[in-house]
């Protein structure tokens, strides 16, 4: 899937228990959300409707149950997140992006490693760059 459909944050609550578990009946999507998030039967209903219909959810009939399974993975929603994000605050400029959070976060040694070892490949991967 090229683009991922938007979901809302709320909506994103759904699809976190679907990408930790497959599939899972909407009664078992129900009883978790109303536990965690203090919502309603109907409000659930009304968002597995809506990421049916942005196709992120399919479902399959089980019997009397319906068993609810991802079409986005957490992988391509982090993207696509990642993107929005980057062009809404930092109008599409990556450097100062993590420029910012670098001066604002306290990074460990092994962050600071694992980044150089990233910007390393990167500029191996990337030639004439």
């Not at 899937?1 to 578990?21: D, G, H, T, Y």
């Not at 605050?89 to 460990?108: D, P, Q, R, W």
Request: hydrophobic share 35%.
């Amino acid at each position: 899937m090229n683009n991922p459909p938007r979901i809302s944050e709320a909506e994103s609550e759904v699809m976190k228990l679907l990408w930790q578990k497959e599939p899972l009946s909407a009664n078992e999507i129900i009883e978790q959300l109303k536990q965690q998030m203090d919502w309603s039967d109907q409000t659930i209903k009304t968002f597995l409707n809506r990421l049916l219909k942005k196709e992120a959810i399919r479902f399959e009939k089980a019997g009397r149950n319906y068993l609810y399974y991802p079409l986005v993975s957490h992988d391509e929603y982090l993207k696509s997140e990642n993107k929005t994000f980057l062009n809404r605050v930092y109008n599409g400029a990556v450097g100062l992006m993590c420029a910012k959070f670098l001066e604002e976060e306290k990074l460990s040694d092994a962050d600071i490693e694992q980044l150089q070892q990233l910007l390393e490949k990167m500029k191996k991967d990337e030639p004439g760059v």
